[in-house]
């Protein structure tokens, strides 16, 4: 199969040679390598053409030593298995919501934490800096590598019943969540029930009432048709998660330095493309989402919500009293 590399194959006839008690003499990266790029998205959506652009670039910079191939659409699987299958070396790059990651590593589930950043921009300085250094720390120990942070936005609530204007009307529905207990209590602070379940399920679930509703960027809203079966769009921008664009650190320890440094300085490229392509993908799918007949409100006042965020917060730090500093690093920066 093309997608079984060299490298892999090389270890596994690795693993044949010790367990026949030969000696092991496989030299990294001895011929042309090929990478398994994972990814929950569509083929038409900014992650993608950035994955796109970055296995390319690695092609072309390597000389063909480095290639690649990007299974789009969760064909190999949802986020949380395959932030698995990752750290194993069985897929070997893979842009990953950092949602579902802050369940391995919990440097990551900072960023989950409702309203932490300020905007967009904030975020971007924040991951770009300090913050993204301390939570790609906390990858790698769990053998994921960070190459470089992708932007999705903020999400808003959707649900199938009526437009949320105050926490209050949440209470009593059944909203999807990403796979991640920190999202659990987000919900139930706000009395509605929540129920973790894979990207890929949500259409079916709203579609049948399995759940009233979810919360997405517009982008996902749009490129799942999630708008077809949940109308109510409610702009509370609760979450702003980036995504990384990370490498499995098996994968990873097979290349040379220089093929190394040639896939950092491509992943950071590769951002800089998808964050343009995603403000532009912001417009276009609310445009998109409204003219097939979505009810947008803006949520006027905010406060309620990050009012009643206070106790996820509270159990967070409880929980994780070494991650306070990188909370404040966030919360009191501008
Ligand atoms: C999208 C993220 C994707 C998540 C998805 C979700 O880009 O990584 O898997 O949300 O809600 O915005 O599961």
């Given at each position: 199969m093309r997608t079984l590399n060299t490298a892999r194959s090389l270890a596994m006839g690795g693993a044949f040679l010790l367990a026949l008690g030969l000696p092991l003499a496989v030299a990294p990266q001895a011929q042309g390598v090929e990478l398994r790029g994972w990814n929950i998205h569509v083929p038409d959506y900014p992650v993608s053409h950035g994955m796109e652009q970055f296995i390319a670039e690695v092609a072309e910079k390597t000389d063909g030593r480095v290639t690649g191939e990007v299974f789009h659409g969760g064909v190999l699987g949802s986020q949380p298995d395959a932030i698995e299958q990752l750290r194993l070396g069985a897929i070997d790059f893979a842009v990953f919501s950092l949602g579902p990651m802050g369940q391995a590593v919990p440097e990551a589930n900072v960023v989950s934490l409702p309203f932490i950043f300020k905007g967009i921009d904030q975020m971007y300085s924040l991951m770009d800096g300090a913050a993204g250094d301390a939570i790609g720390e906390g990858m790698l120990d769990k053998g994921i590598v960070a190459l470089a942070w992708y932007d999705a936005g903020a999400r808003s609530f959707y649900n199938s019943v009526r437009p949320i204007?105050?926490?209050?009307?949440?209470?009593g529905m059944k909203v999807r969540v990403m796979n991640n207990d920190l999202f659990v209590g987000m919900i139930e602070s706000m009395g509605g029930n929540a129920t973790p379940m894979a990207f890929a399920e949500v259409y079916q679930s709203l579609r049948t009432g399995v759940v009233d509703g979810a919360e997405n960027n517009p982008p996902s809203y749009e490129s799942t048709n999630h708008y077809e079966v949940a109308k109510y769009y409610s702009i509370s921008e609760h979450l702003i998660i980036p995504e990384c664009l990370c490498m499995s650190k098996i994968s990873w320890d097979r290349l040379s330095a220089e093929d190394q440094e040639i896939i950092r300085v491509a992943a950071r490229a590769s951002a800089e493309t998808q964050r343009e392509l995603w403000q532009a993908r912001e417009r276009q799918s609310m445009d998109t989402v409204v003219a097939g007949g979505t009810v947008v409100n803006q949520i006027a006042d905010k406060a309620p919500f990050q009012d009643s965020m206070s106790a996820v917060y509270d159990k967070f730090l409880e929980q994780n009293p070494d991650l306070t500093d990188l909370v404040n690093l966030i919360r009191l920066s501008d």
């Open positions: 204007n105050s926490p209050g009307d949440v209470e």
